[in-house]
């Protein structure tokens, strides 16, 4: 199969579809690579690189996505992006589609199969390229918590671990999974008063173990998770619903409650955010203030640590890619859960989540060639 990575266009955006060391994978097994000069340039992956790999360059994405058969990518597609599919493209990359209507109607327009990294599952129903990013995400956000709390960046001026004498800040995290257990770990290791809130209590019970009784555990009842929202110096936004839009948990009425200064990280964004007040930010303006209370809502944290990020996200993806790269539509027969990934096929929109998000009925995903 042809395999084409583009340059990740979004704003502050450098990481890559694949590494050098995945091409020269995927080029042994008789397929053809093409990568867009400069696409792993920001994060030392030189054009040179991907040469010695096996691939070949492309100077434009017009280019990039006219040689492809299969488009692999690291965030959704921007409207130059889905101007340039087709419909013999299979596209497999973060969607986020229950959160942005209008790209997918756009991408659907586009008859191409569009496969979503964030609703792939394994055999244990766990989500395998949301994992990595997700670990990634989870630490960066009690990092920058930490960080917004400094009074030239707006927050109230706390020390996130405090000093002997002085107590620590509050960090609350809304959901147990894998970007919350991240996030405690940091807040936790920076010396914070750490509580984890999750509908789940086996899930609650997991994590008071994990951490050996460093934090405090919270079933997910509302008139006390509104109570510790208002007594925390950090929230962090940490539920999933995969595939579907976030709930809001914080309201807009409950910030003027919170103490000036205090801060919002909604790591769930992507999918439209857990807050009532959340909109998207980037890296290059992170953060905005309502009603005294700071937010950091950058759709695409993992960028501003992309070689990291895409190492593991590669690791992840790329035994997918070898069996999409031989036969989309056979790979997708064989594997219930990579088929669960499949967002839109033969111009329809096909995955549940999304189309519940849009109140849209159910529509049977065709495997077609």
Same mark, same amino acid.
């Given at each position: 199969?042809?395999?084409?990575?583009?340059?990740?266009?979004?704003?502050?955006?450098?990481?890559?579809?694949?590494?050098?060391?995945?091409?020269?994978?995927?080029?042994?097994?008789?397929?053809?690579?093409?990568?867009?000069?400069?696409?792993?340039?920001?994060?030392?992956?030189?054009?040179?690189?991907?040469?010695?790999?096996?691939?070949?360059?492309?100077?434009?994405?017009?280019?990039?996505?006219?040689?492809?058969?299969?488009?692999?990518?690291?965030?959704?597609?921007?409207?130059?992006?889905?101007?340039?599919?087709?419909?013999?493209?299979?596209?497999?990359?973060?969607?986020?589609?229950?959160?942005?209507?209008?790209?997918?109607?756009?991408?659907?327009?586009?008859?191409?199969?569009?496969?979503?990294?964030?609703?792939?599952?394994?055999?244990?129903?766990?989500?395998?390229?949301?994992?990595?990013?997700?670990?990634?995400?989870?630490?960066?956000?009690?990092?920058?918590?930490?960080?917004?709390?400094?009074?030239?960046?707006?927050?109230?001026?706390?020390?996130?671990?405090?000093?002997?004498?002085?107590?620590?800040?509050?960090?609350?995290?809304?959901?147990?999974?894998?970007?919350?257990?991240?996030?405690?770990?940091?807040?936790?290791?920076?010396?914070?008063?750490?509580?984890?809130?999750?509908?789940?209590?086996?899930?609650?019970?997991?994590?008071?173990?994990?951490?050996?009784?460093?934090?405090?555990?919270?079933?997910?009842?509302?008139?006390?998770? $509104?109570?510790?929202?208002?007594?925390? $110096?950090?929230?962090?936004?940490?539920?999933?619903?995969?595939?579907?839009?976030?709930?809001?948990?914080?309201?807009?009425?409950?910030?003027?409650?919170?103490?000036?200064?205090?801060?919002?990280?909604?790591?769930?964004?992507?999918?439209?955010?857990?807050?009532?007040?959340?909109?998207?930010?980037?890296?290059?303006?992170?953060?905005?203030?309502?009603?005294?209370?700071?937010?950091?809502?950058?759709?695409?944290?993992?960028?501003?640590?992309?070689?990291?990020?895409?190492?593991?996200?590669?690791?992840?993806?790329?035994?997918?890619?070898?069996?999409?790269?031989?036969?989309?539509?056979?790979?997708?027969?064989?594997?219930?859960?990579?088929?669960?990934?499949?967002?839109?096929?033969?111009?329809?929109?096909?995955?549940?989540?999304?189309?519940?998000?849009?109140?849209?009925?159910?529509?049977?995903?065709?495997?077609?060639?």
């Amino acid at each position: 199969m042809k395999i084409a990575v583009p340059t990740e266009i979004k704003v502050a955006e450098k990481r890559v579809g694949l590494t050098p060391a995945a091409v020269s994978t995927l080029v042994s097994q008789g397929h053809e690579l093409f990568i867009q000069a400069g696409a792993g340039e920001a994060i030392g992956y030189t054009d040179q690189d991907y040469l010695a790999a096996g691939a070949s360059l492309r100077p434009t994405a017009k280019e990039i996505f006219e040689a492809g058969e299969m488009i692999v990518k690291v965030k959704e597609p921007q409207p130059s992006e889905v101007a340039m599919l087709k419909p013999h493209h299979t596209l497999f990359t973060y969607l986020h589609l229950a959160a942005d209507r209008e790209l997918t109607d756009t991408l659907v327009a586009t008859g191409c199969r569009a496969i979503a990294y964030e609703t792939v599952r394994n055999g244990a129903g766990q989500l395998p390229l949301l994992a990595p990013m997700s670990q990634v995400a989870g630490r960066m956000a009690s990092q920058v918590a930490a960080e917004s709390l400094m009074l030239h960046r707006g927050g109230c001026g706390k020390l996130m671990g405090g000093v002997p004498g002085v107590a620590p800040a509050k960090v609350l995290v809304l959901g147990g999974g894998v970007v919350g257990t991240e996030a405690a770990r940091i807040a936790v290791g920076l010396g914070a008063d750490v509580t984890i809130v999750d509908a789940k209590l086996d899930r609650l019970a997991q994590l008071d173990q994990l951490f050996n009784g460093r934090i405090k555990t919270q079933a997910a009842v509302s008139s006390l998770v $509104d109570q510790l929202v208002l007594d925390s $110096d950090v929230v962090i936004g940490a539920v999933l619903i995969p595939g579907a839009k976030a709930p809001k948990l914080v309201r807009r009425e409950q910030l003027s409650q919170m103490r000036p200064g205090s801060v919002l990280v909604d790591v769930a964004i992507d999918q439209g955010g857990c807050f009532e007040t959340s909109k998207p930010t980037t890296h290059t303006d992170p953060t905005y203030v309502v009603d005294g209370v700071l937010h950091y809502c950058v759709a695409n944290m993992p960028g501003a640590v992309a070689r990291t990020s895409t190492e593991a996200l590669v690791a992840a993806t790329l035994p997918y890619v070898e069996r999409l790269a031989k036969d989309p539509v056979t790979a997708m027969k064989a594997d219930a859960g990579l088929a669960q990934g499949l967002s839109v096929a033969d111009y329809k929109l096909v995955c549940p989540e999304v189309r519940a998000a849009f109140g849209l009925g159910l529509e049977e995903a065709r495997l077609s060639a």
